[in-house]
């Protein structure tokens, strides 16, 4: 059974770098798109943006500046760093397999901006 | 804020049937494919239906989904207490770099 574990820093100072990892196992890394999606606490879904194992990458354009996105297809992981974060960015942040449907998705880390 | 319009909330009776709308545009909805997710308090999202009306496996029957023109529904039949959740579609719209959207989300309450 194919699962998303992720992890990362839960509490990121203000205009610091918000990193978190996704691991894929029991099944196939090359064959998707990974993506990573966020909400803020009581509020809706925001998509952040994707990558594939090769490494191209697709960001939301209002979080672009400021996202970068990465892989390493021997572990089956992807990764996001956010940097120069604010409160706004407080969310939790989930890993999800998929590029147009997303079916598959992590367990969702909370990252708070606090100082 | 979202380029796809949902009602923020929803109430039905159990056993009734309840429709979600997902309004959009032309570059999205009217072009696109429609997915739409369920979301229980403090989980993850549940992927319901994609490409407008197909459930992937394991999904009930009693949840379906259609899209016309510029909008997308979601319907649920026989409503138990247990559909009670947060419900989103989604899509990408072509005119914004292939950004993917979701809606705004809408609760259902089964009263």
């Known amino acids: 059974q194919v699962q998303l574990h992720q992890w990362g820093a839960g509490l990121v100072k203000p205009s610091e770098t918000l990193s978190l990892s996704c691991t894929v196992s029991?099944?196939?890394?090359?064959?998707?798109?990974w993506t990573w999606i966020r909400q803020p606490p009581g509020r809706g879904l925001e998509w952040i943006g994707e990558i594939n194992h090769a490494g191209s990458t697709n960001y939301n354009p209002s979080l672009e500046s400021r996202v970068t996105m990465s892989v390493v297809k021997s572990r089956s992981q992807f990764f996001l760093n956010l940097t120069s974060v604010t409160a706004a960015d407080t969310a939790v942040y989930y890993c999800?397999?998929?590029?147009?449907?997303?079916?598959?998705w992590g367990q969702g880390v909370l990252a708070t901006v606090s100082s | 804020q979202s380029v796809l319009t949902q009602p923020p909330s929803v109430s039905a009776a159990p056993g009734q049937t309840v429709t979600i709308s997902c309004s959009g545009s032309s570059s999205n909805i009217g072009t696109n494919y429609v997915s739409w997710y369920q979301q229980f308090p403090g989980t993850a999202p549940r992927l319901l239906i994609y490409d407008n009306s197909k459930r992937p496996s394991g999904i009930p029957v009693r949840f379906s989904g259609s899209k016309s023109g510029t909008s997308a529904t979601l319907a649920i039949t026989g409503l138990q207490t247990g559909d009670e959740a947060d419900y989103y579609c989604?899509?990408?719209?072509?005119?914004?770099?292939?950004?993917?959207?979701f809606g705004g989300g809408t609760k259902l309450t089964v009263l």
């Open positions: 989604a899509t990408w719209d072509s005119s914004l770099h292939a950004r993917k959207f």
């Open positions: 999800a397999r998929g590029f147009i449907r997303f079916d598959l």
């Open positions: 029991g099944g196939s890394f090359s064959s998707y798109w």
